[in-house]
Structures are given as structure tokens and as C-alpha cells.
């Protein structure tokens, strides 16, 4: 059980969800889109820079990819870990801490960059520990947007949200090429720097979020416990667990574009690197568009036929960059692109946000996070790996085809249409919660855990429908924190009594 239950009504109930613009009436999560727009802006200025310095110092497609591979793995191992602690830690205090951490980070970078001591090694090791700090940052970030819009305008504001980073993204890499080809890299990566400082600002002096509801005398989870729970959570959560099966499928092959582009615009396509900071500008200005049309998207296509129009878009648009490489062609096919990326990536993590239960959206948020960044990561190697063998508009011809082909295939792992708010219970007063004086030290003690019986009197004919309701029960269990559950027979009993250990 978590010490510190967020109320799923704690944000205000500010203009309904239709409206594009409704989360805006929240003054907390104007100030959380604002730093997350500015802190976008920093890390994509140092994203373009970070790899088109790579084509330089080591232009292959296996080396060019580890730029977004570094970028991406370490927040796949450390996201659980990550999670826990943004269930269990103070989210305005983690959110300071972290990007100071980052701040420090690109910093020492412009430092090296600076001295001209930057090679390969040095720019994929402090790459690490900015992701390092990322990572640690992210599962608080995201499980904040609950806290300031209501429920019926999360979906739109995670929108909101990715739409105000791929304003970054498009304005970004183009400034961060123009920055590289007039001030070198040390002033890429100390606008970066920059970036984390504002933040850190905006969420120590203007950010607040609603207060918590603490459980009286529950103790904090363990750590240890913490993660293996959530992770048990998301495994018995049926629409989380699916959600992170289509997020894999969709970002492992939506990765190439991100990994190889910048040697496709230098090798394939023969420009320069402002030319590809304008690419990625367009890539943003289709996400921005997308964004902007997600409401009525919304209304006219379920949530599961709208991850597989995504993936189909971001997948097929691939094909033509390897078919007819030219610029113009190019900038229609990642303008498509774009609009199919935040279409998917935002319907994906809103219904992980709804579907989580508040004590453990964080941890539900980390794992996302996991596999979003597991299939940018991972997939960024497999295919510079694969540009390396067989080419690279042969790669990216491959990845273009496989996405479309895997979007229909996952289609078949349905996601609902609506969501069921999971803090709402199911009755109608539900008993208060009440700890005895002897209980107390044993739950304050990790060594100890509660263990609870429930006895049912079954029919001999109901037996069968009896053990197949308690396979849903036993889901349920485990989404309410339970760490192991039994179902068992008194054969001491001559009614042939079931009794269930959760």
C-alpha cells in the first residue's frame, strides 16, 4: 500500500475535453507545459548537434544510431527503479533535483566541447548521463499532468503537452544547426544547459500541484517492493499490458527514421547540417498539425483503429525517402510522418494514464517509458546495424514496410475504446481504513507482511464458474499491491469449501 494515495479528483474541473485548448485553464499545468516546452527545446538543439558532430568524428550508420541509442537505453534500465521513487518521493522536489542533475550534465559537455577534448567516447559517455538524469526525471514528469487537469481533459493535455515539445522539435534542431555552423557545439550544448536551469526555476518557484492524501499510519512502501509491485501491476492491468506490447511494436519501427536521418540528409541526400535540422523542423510541424487535430480524431475513430492509422502512416511514409531520395519528396514524407508519430505516441501514453490507479501511475508511466525507450534504443541499433550490411535507403525501405505491416498485425490486441477511472470504487461507501495499535509496528517493519483469508461456501454445481471468476480476482489482487495470491480447498470441509489467499 502506498503512503501517499493521489485523489483522482484532486485537479479542478476546468472547460470540457472537446475543447483543444481546455487544459490551458489550469494554472499549474500552463507553467508544466511551459518548462517542458523550454526543456524540449534544449535537448533537441543538443540532439541535432550531438549527431551531426557524430558524422564527423565517426560517420557510419552503427555510430551515428549509438547517439540515439545512449539516449535512450539508460532510461530503459532505469525506469522502474524511477518510477518507485516518483510514487514514493515528494514529485515537486525529484522534478528539482533531476535537472539540476541534467543541468550539470551539459554543462560539463560544453566544458569538453569548449577545451576540444570531444571524440566519440566522450560524446556517447556524458550523452549517457544526461539520459541517466532524464530518466530519473521522466516518471515524475509525466505522472504530474494528472495532478493539474481533471481527468476528462488528460488526454488533450498530454497532447498539449507533446504538441509544445514538437514545437521544440521543430524549431530545435534547426536552431541547433544554425548554432552548430555559427558558434561550434560549446554553444549547442550550453543552451542546453540553459534549458535545465529554467526549469528547475519554473518548478521550484512557480510549479504547485494539489495536495495528497496520506493514509493514516501506513508506512511507505519498500523500495524493492515498490518496484516488483508495479511491475506485477502492469502485468495484471489487461489494458496497460497491452498498451506496452503496441508501444513496442510501434516505436521499435518507428526508430529508424530518428537513428539514420542524419545520414541520410548528409550521405543520401548530400546537405548540410542546417538542412537537417530543417527536416526535423518538418517532422515537428506535422506533430504540431497532428496535435491540433487529435480532438476530432478522437471522435471519429476508436482509440485501437487510430494507433494502427498511426503506425500505418509512420511506417509507409519511410517508403518513398528510400524509393525516390530527393528533398522535396522527403519533407512530404516526414511531414507525414510527424502528424502519425504524435497521433500514436499520445494516444499510447494517455490510455496508460488512464488506465493506471494513482498509487502506481508513475510506476505504470516508467515502464511505458521502458519500452518506449527500449524500442528507440534497441531499435536504433538493430537498424544501423542493418544500414551498415545492406545500405541505407535499403533500411530504411525495410523499416518503412515492417511498420505498416506490424501496425495491422497488432491491431488484433484490442485497446477500449473508453477507459474506466480505476481510483473510482466500486462501492458505494467504501469502509474506512482503521490500523490496531498492535498492527502498527508490524507494518512499519519490512520484515512483515499482511496476509489476508477470504472463506466462500460454493454450490458443487457453481464450482466451475466459481474458480473461473476468481482468475479475474486474482488480477485484481494484484492491481490492488498484492505480492502473491492463492486459491486453495479445505478438505476438511465436507461442502467442499474454496478458499482464497490473496
Not at 87 to 92: C, G, I, V
Not at 129 to 140: F, K, V
Not at 239 to 244: A, D, G, I, P, Y
Not at 290 to 311: C, D, E, T, W, Y
Request: proline content about 6%; hydrophobic content about 55%; some cysteine.
Amino acid at each position: 500500500m502506498s503512503s501517499q494515495n493521489e485523489v483522482a479528483t484532486n485537479a479542478p474541473e476546468y472547460a470540457a475535453s472537446s475543447s483543444v485548448w481546455a487544459p490551458f485553464a489550469s494554472r499549474a499545468f500552463v507553467w508544466l507545459w511551459l518548462a517542458n516546452a523550454v526543456s524540449a527545446l534544449g535537448t533537441w538543439i543538443q540532439n541535432a548537434a550531438s549527431a551531426w558532430i557524430m558524422t564527423d568524428l565517426a560517420p557510419s550508420p552503427i555510430m551515428v544510431s549509438l547517439v540515439q541509442a545512449t539516449a535512450q537505453l539508460p532510461v530503459l534500465l532505469l525506469a522502474l527503479p524511477a518510477g518507485a521513487i516518483a510514487d514514493l518521493m515528494d514529485r515537486k522536489r525529484l522534478l528539482i533535483i533531476t535537472n539540476i542533475l541534467m543541468l550539470g550534465a551539459s554543462a560539463i559537455l560544453a566544458v569538453v566541447a569548449v577545451v576540444g577534448r570531444i571524440d566519440p567516447a566522450m560524446l556517447l559517455v556524458l550523452s549517457v548521463l544526461l539520459a541517466i538524469g532524464a530518466a530519473l526525471n521522466s516518471p515524475a514528469w509525466a505522472a504530474s499532468v494528472p495532478l493539474t487537469v481533471s481527468r476528462r481533459s488528460l488526454a488533450q493535455a498530454l497532447v498539449l503537452n507533446s504538441v509544445g515539445f514538437n514545437i521544440a522539435r521543430a524549431i530545435g534542431p534547426a536552431l541547433g544547426g544554425l548554432i552548430l555552423a555559427a558558434s561550434g557545439a560549446t554553444a549547442a550544448f550550453a543552451a542546453n544547459a540553459a534549458s535545465f536551469a529554467f526549469v528547475a526555476l519554473a518548478v521550484g518557484v512557480f510549479l504547485t500541484f494539489p495536495r495528497t492524501q496520506a493514509t493514516n499510519n501506513v508506512p511507505p512502501e519498500p523500495f524493492g517492493s515498490a518496484m516488483r509491485i508495479g511491475l506485477a501491476y502492469a502485468f495484471a492491468e489487461p489494458v496497460v499490458r497491452s498498451t506496452l506490447f503496441r508501444s513496442a511494436a510501434f516505436f521499435g519501427c518507428a526508430s529508424a527514421i530518428w537513428a539514420l536521418l542524419p545520414l541520410y540528409v548528409g550521405e543520401v541526400l548530400g546537405l548540410s547540417s542546417a538542412s537537417f535540422g530543417l527536416m526535423m523542423g518538418v517532422i515537428g510541424t506535422g506533430v504540431v498539425l497532428g496535435g491540433l487535430m487529435m480532438p476530432a480524431l478522437n471522435r471519429f475513430f476508436p482509440r485501437n483503429n487510430l494507433i494502427l492509422l498511426a503506425g500505418a502512416c509512420c511506417g509507409l511514409s519511410l517508403v518513398p525517402l528510400a524509393l525516390v531520395p530527393t528533398a522535396t519528396i522527403a519533407f512530404i514524407a516526414l511531414f507525414v510522418f510527424g502528424m502519425g508519430w504524435i497521433v500514436g505516441a499520445s494516444n499510447l501514453q494517455a490510455t496508460v494514464q488512464l488506465a493506471a490507479a494513482p498509487w502506481v501511475r508513475a510506476r505504470a508511466l516508467a515502464l511505458y517509458q521502458a519500452v518506449f525507450n527500449g524500442g528507440m534504443g534497441l531499435g536504433a541499433i538493430f537498424w544501423g546495424w542493418l544500414g551498415d550490411r545492406v545500405g541505407l535507403t535499403e533500411t530504411i525501405l525495410i523499416a518503412g514496410f515492417a511498420g505498416g505491416a506490424i501496425a495491422i498485425l497488432t491491431r488484433a490486441i484490442h485497446l477500449p475504446p473508453e477507459i474506466d477511472d480505476p481510483s473510482a470504487s466500486a462501492i458505494t461507501d467504501p469502509p474506512s481504513l482503521s490500523i490496531a495499535e498492535e498492527i502498527r509496528p508490524l507494518l512499519h517493519s519490512s520484515r512483515h507482511r499482511l496476509r489476508a483469508a477470504v472463506s466462500y461456501r460454493i454450490d458443487p454445481s457453481d464450482v466451475p464458474a466459481f474458480r473461473a471468476a476468481m482468475t479475474d480476482v486474482r488480477l485484481s489482487r494484484y492491481r490492488d499491491g498484492a505480492v502473491g495470491w492463492a486459491l486453495s480447498r479445505d478438505v476438511s470441509d465436507p461442502t467442499g469449501g474454496d478458499i482464497c489467499h490473496p
